[in-house]
């Protein structure tokens, strides 16, 4: 299923920047923005709370998954791996705020690139959103950001002009109990991730086969294959638009 936000465009864009108001500034994060979301209904249709594991190209995806989120579970903790989340005394406390969030039944949103990305690729999965799923026995849900980059990558202290396209896609919930290994549960999010990732800049069926299976893209590029300035030129695209795609169960 896909579903389009309707936010009005006229709030002005300079509010993203300075509302601190939480609603207020998703409001003004989705005027910025035109949202498009895939697969909500995943989620919709299942049980939580859940763990969501997902890439972190840009400063807008918190408001933007807290907007996207909170009309489906309610309201979401936000977490990052790449902030040491579960390492040493300061990840320690973030990864037990998260625990108990995650036993009073609310949900949790794990930025789960073990490192920020300057370029919008993505980088390797921490296994911190998998070891909460598994301790929770929470279903670990991967979300796939893309298109946040392109609307306000680090350098710009504004989204661009336009209300750019952003595309969240939600993937099947993975299960997670005591018998699951962390590491192998963060590469299928991460693996999940990147397939939603190439489906939304090219042919989703031809994406989904590339990482089938291997786990590595046959045939595409690695990050460590690719120069910087093609990274950050596949992340800012916004010529080429996802055409409408029929969701196969």
């Known amino acids: 299923m896909i579903r389009r936000a309707t936010v009005s465009p006229l709030l002005p864009l300079a509010a993203v920047a300075v509302l601190a108001h939480r609603p207020l500034r998703r409001a003004a994060v989705r005027a910025a923005v035109d949202v498009v979301t895939w697969g909500v209904e995943e989620i919709a249709e299942g049980t939580g709370p859940f763990v969501f594991a997902a890439n972190h ?119 997670a109990g005591a018998s699951d290994e962390p590491a192998e549960l963060a590469h299928r999010a991460e693996q999940a991730v990147q397939t939603a990732i190439d489906g939304t800049r090219g042919p989703w069926f031809a994406a989904h086969l590339a990482h089938a299976g291997s786990g590595e893209g046959d045939g595409a590029e690695s990050h460590s294959g690719r120069a910087r300035w093609r990274r950050i030129w596949g992340s800012t695209r916004t010529d080429a638009r996802p055409a409408r795609r029929r969701t196969w169960r």
């Open 57 to 175: 190209p840009s400063s807008l995806d918190g408001p933007l998954l807290r907007s996207v989120l909170e009309p489906v579970v309610g309201p979401v903790a936000v977490a990052s791996d790449a902030a040491g989340l579960g390492r040493g005394a300061a990840g320690a406390v973030g990864l037990g705020a998260a625990r108990v969030t995650l036993r009073a039944g609310r949900s949790v949103v794990v930025f789960a690139e073990a490192e920020r990305a300057d370029d919008g690729d993505l980088r390797g999965f921490g296994t911190a959103a998998a070891r909460l799923a598994i301790e929770a026995g929470a279903p670990l849900v991967p979300v796939a950001i893309d298109g946040t980059f392109a609307a306000l990558p680090p350098w710009r202290p504004l989204p661009r002009a336009g209300r750019p396209r952003v595309t969240v896609t939600f993937s099947r919930p993975i299960p």
